[in-house]
Nanobody
Framework: QVQLVESGGGLVQAGGSLRLSCAASIRTFSSYAMGWFRQAPGKEREFVAAISRTGGYTNVTDSVKGRFTISRDNANMVYLQMTSLKPEDTTVYYC?????????????????WGQGTQVTVSP
């Protein structure tokens, strides 16, 4: 019933930008806080950013602060605008939904997940 589909990943040069999108097939989209996570091979899933159900509050991990911006609209879309990309940002990015109004950073609190989109940043 709930489906999240990411798009917008690709290959960019270091210093470039990408905008990831997440289309959420959720009937009560405004009831969910939304988040972005990333996971590289052999590593634990890492929190990137989250946004409250109203869009009024955001939480962004220190490693991407000032470079990444999370946003949402009223058309069931969530975005991750990534600028000044670095090779270490290379990994798969996942969209997730949590039935809470808070900008939570722990992946175990998210109930629904997309399949991920690959981001590759070349030197």
């Amino acid at each position: 019933q709930v489906q999240l589909v990411e798009s917008g990943g690709g290959l960019v040069q270091a210093g470039g930008s990408l905008r990831l999108s997440c289309a959420a097939s959720i009937r009560t989209f405004s009831s969910y806080a939304m988040g972005w996570f990333r996971q590289a091979p052999g590593k634990e899933r890492e929190f990137v950013a989250a946004i409250s159900r109203t869009g009024g509050y955001t939480n962004v991990t220190d490693s991407v602060k000032g470079r990444f911006t999370i946003s949402r609209d009223n058309a069931n879309m969530v975005y991750l605008q990534m600028t000044s990309l670095k090779p270490e940002d290379t990994t798969v990015y996942y969209c997730a939904a949590a039935l809470t109004g808070r900008t939570i950073a722990t992946d175990r609190d998210y109930e629904y997940w997309g399949q991920g989109t690959q981001v590759t940043v070349s030197p």
